[in-house]
T-cell receptor, first 112, second 116 residues
Framework: GENVEQHPSTLSVQEGDSAVIKCTYS??????FPWYKQELGKRPQLIID?????GEKKDQRIAVTLNKTAKHFSLHITETQPEDSAVYFC???????????FGSGTRLQVQP | GAVVSQHPSRVICKSGTSVKIECRSL??????MFWYRQFPKQSLMLMAT?????????EQGVEKDKFLINHASLTLSTLTVTSAHPEDSSFYIC????????????FGQGTRLTVV
């Protein structure tokens, strides 16, 4: 099955700075890599995703990069704002079961 | 976009009782649904895969007699926590695969279960 590792577990930045969260995966057949933002007590919210046929995708202040050779992908948030504070999860599909395997999560705190 | 509705959002039950959680796909048919469990400050862990018209597939370490899954229709999957204990207190959340390769996920709202 898929194994997803995520770092760092906590990240504190000043408002306006950039934040980077990194994940590695094990299944070379995985072809879809989403990032989720989860606020306390709520469901994960998809913020951006990337497929294996591209190396980078950007949506306003959020970008994701993918290196299939190294089997890692990263989330980049620029010009961080206090409302970006949340727990972020990366994920990759277990190609056998189709369920997503999640990373351990990163608690991002943006200091005003 | 696809909508997955999960109920109840919160439930408190006494030890030894059973609790049923429902997950519905509102505007699409889901032959498969996934059930995850999330303990405080931890990640989402897959518990089981619910398959319409057949038995659920459980992950290693998940007791199938304790966590009963029924997927009787293309729009409804239920998870019943039987003989609940305080250690079963957790956030339970369902998801349905979608997208062109069926790897994208739409999540229900989640159910916060507290066993007292």
């Amino acid at each position: 099955g898929e194994n997803v590792e995520q770092h760092p577990s906590t990240l504190s930045v000043q408002e306006g700075d950039s934040a980077v969260i990194k994940c590695t995966y094990s299944d070379s057949a995985s072809n879809y890599f989403p990032w989720y933002k989860q606020e306390l007590g709520k469901r994960p919210q998809l913020i951006i995703d990337i497929r294996s046929n591209v190396g980078e995708k950007k949506d306003q202040r959020i970008a994701v990069t993918l290196n299939k050779t190294a089997k890692h992908f990263s989330l980049h948030i620029t010009e961080t704002q206090p409302e970006d504070s949340a727990v972020y999860f990366c994920a990759a599909p277990d190609t056998g079961r189709r369920a997503l395997t999640f990373g351990s999560g990163t608690r991002l705190q943006v200091q005003p | 976009g696809a909508v997955v509705s999960q109920h109840p959002s919160r439930v408190i039950c006494k030890s030894g009782t059973s609790v049923k959680i429902e997950c519905r796909s509102l505007d699409f048919q889901a032959t498969t649904m996934f059930w995850y469990r999330q303990f405080p400050k931890q990640s989402l862990m897959l518990m089981a895969t619910s398959n319409e018209g057949s038995k659920a597939t459980y992950e290693q370490g998940v007791e199938k007699d304790k966590f009963l899954i029924n997927h009787a229709s293309l729009t409804l999957s239920t998870l019943t926590v039987t003989s609940a204990h305080p250690e079963d207190s957790s956030f339970y959340i369902c998801s349905a695969p979608t997208g062109s390769t069926n790897t994208e996920a739409f999540f229900g709202q989640g159910t916060r279960l507290t066993v007292v």
